[in-house]
């Protein structure tokens, strides 16, 4: 076990890294938020990868939790846990040569008994294996849909060609074929949890685990996920180029803008907003123009999406003219 989570927290490390990077690259690329896959708010691509940064940190420290779960031994235990027959000394002289060897320290479960019998452990860890790959899984399927395209998608972001691409579409083809294989690899990370749970929950009485059922799980889903993050980090992540000016003029037409106005005049003035906007065609940010409902430099800074995507920008936006609030 250990073995498999030193792998797993080694491309991870990577994989963090590389969304850092690119979250600190992409920090200016505005674009378009979703919930429930409709217009939002406005938000940064670095903002949505840094997101997955900070997700997939908090794996790190729970996996990293894990390691030290590993480092117990049942050994002169015998058969339950009751020590019968072990000879003296056994205990301490196997975990000192295991130590030795491994380089950590290993050492005997406080309750012998409690070790023979234990499923809890490799159960956590794997639920833990399963939690991040949830994260890579999410991470490769908003790339794709916001790579979907070229023309007919999403098309917020592209990617680049290679010196071997054959034609114009095949970075995007390359990609998305990519992204499938990792989404591929984290389905197959939650399908052998059903391996370890059912391997696990199938050993009776005084002995936990009832075959070797578990552990093949375990070792699959570190390779499966290994391989998924290392795609990410090493192919996809580095190939991301943002269609910057599109994104943009995407968050800036939409008409969930109107919530601006709605967070200063309540709702009624907001949907008036949103209504003209629909019904002309234009931005929020002329609606409310052509509604004269604030002075057009307020509209202006209100609805310029630079400060949308800011927590401190907004707070300051609120207190600056906190005087026009009607709610």
């Known amino acids: 076990m250990w073995e498999q989570v030193t792998k797993i927290l080694k ?17 200016d690329v505005i674009k378009m938020g979703r919930t429930g896959i409709q217009d939002a708010v406005p938000i940064t691509l670095g903002q949505q990868l840094n997101a997955f940064a900070q997700g997939m940190k908090r794996s790190k ?46 050492e005997s ?17 794997h639920g833990i294996i399963v939690a991040l790959s949830a994260q ?14 070229p023309e007919s998608g999403l098309c917020e972001i592209s990617f680049k060609a290679d010196k071997n691409c054959r034609t114009p579409l095949y970075p995007q083809r390359y990609a998305s074929n990519s992204l499938e294989s ?24 005084d002995l936990g685990a009832c075959s070797s059922i578990p ?41 969930s803008n109107s919530t601006m106005i709605s967070t200063i005049f309540g709702y009624e003035v907001g949907g008036k907003v949103a209504h ?19 002075p057009e430099e307020i509209i202006n800074e209100l609805f310029d999406v630079s400060n949308l995507t800011n927590p401190d920008n907004m707070e300051r936006l609120f207190e600056k003219y906190k005087s026009y609030r009607k709610v």
């Open 61 to 106: 420290q729970r996996l990293t939790q894990e390691l030290h779960n590993c480092n117990h031994s049942c050994l002169g235990g015998t058969a339950v846990g009751t020590g019968m027959g072990c000879l003296p000394g056994f205990r301490a002289k196997v975990n000192k040569h295991l130590s030795d060897v491994l380089g950590r320290k290993i």
């Open 136 to 149: 890579v899984w999410k991470l490769a399927r908003d790339l794709r849909l916001m790579s979907s395209g």
């Open 109 to 125: 479960y406080g309750d012998l008994v409690d070790g023979m019998m234990a499923i809890d452990d490799l159960i956590a860890c």
């Open 276 to 294: 003209l906007a629909l019904e002309k065609n234009i931005s929020c940010r002329e609606a409310a123009k052509e509604l004269n409902i604030l």
């Open 215 to 255: 552990l093949r799980s375990i070792i699959d889903s570190s390779d499966q996920l290994v391989a998924a993050m290392d795609t990410l980090t090493k192919k996809v992540l580095p190939s991301i180029l943002p269609n910057k000016e599109f994104c943009k003029r995407m968050a800036e037409s939409s008409v």
């Open 182 to 205: 990792v989404i591929a690899a984290c389905n197959h990370v939650a399908a052998n949890n059903s391996g370890v749970l059912y391997g696990l929950k199938n050993g009776w009485l």
């Open 11 to 27: 491309s991870l490390n990577s994989l963090i890294q590389e969304l850092e990077r690119t979250g600190e690259e992409f920090s």
